[in-house]
């Protein structure tokens, strides 16, 4: 006996059936050998399922930022962007995100603490979630020059959904002097 299964409507698309999604991932490190993680993080994001291509920014050196403020006598920051085209879900990105840091030997001992790699979904097309789970754009990526300069070397147009150009919020932090 067959029977024609058919999925709720709630439950949504599985992944190959999305439309492919530009996604932007913040990458930093400041442990270890900086440049060869941000490197192999982002051809190992290229490799994931449902991803076609990975666009990589230049490589930035930024101090360390700690919850009380930039700490110039910690270990410098690689910071990059990527853009990531993916039919990926959102959260199952993340996901995966995150198992690549664990791969990288990331521990999260402290808040905003050193480590060997830190991948943060920044946007994920213009989609805007605040599920605690996954908040979408990151609540604190428009304040950020070492996600916003990377991510302008990249693509000079980009938008952040809720926030404007990425270029207007760069130099609104630069006349900040953040």
């Known amino acids: 006996m067959s029977r024609n299964l058919t999925r709720p409507p709630e439950v949504p698309l599985p992944g190959p059936d999305r439309e492919p999604v530009t996604a932007v991932v913040a990458l930093g490190a400041n442990l270890g050998d900086r440049h060869a993680t ?3 993080a982002a051809e190992r994001i290229a490799r994931l399922p449902l991803v076609t291509d990975v666009r990589l920014s230049p490589l930035h050196e930024t101090v360390a930022l700690r919850v009380d403020g930039p ?3 910690a270990p410098g920051y ?3 962007v990527a853009l990531v085209t993916t039919r990926l879900a959102p959260e199952i990105l993340l996901g995966m995100l995150h198992a690549i840091e664990d791969e990288n030997g990331r521990e999260r001992h402290e808040r905003w603490g050193d480590r060997t790699l830190d991948l943060d979904l920044i946007a994920y097309g213009d989609e805007v979630s605040d599920d605690p789970r996954i908040v979408l754009p990151h609540p604190r990526a ?5 996600v916003l300069d990377p991510w302008l ?3 000079p147009d980009a938008e952040l959904a ?9 130099a609104a932090l630069r006349a900040q002097g953040e």
């Open 142 to 146: 428009f304040e950020r020059l070492f």
């Open 78 to 80: 690689v910071n990059a």
């Open 71 to 73: 700490d110039p006598d």
């Open 162 to 170: 809720g926030h404007g150009r990425i270029a207007d919020l760069a």
């Open 38 to 40: 941000i490197t192999a």
């Open 153 to 155: 070397d990249i693509d």
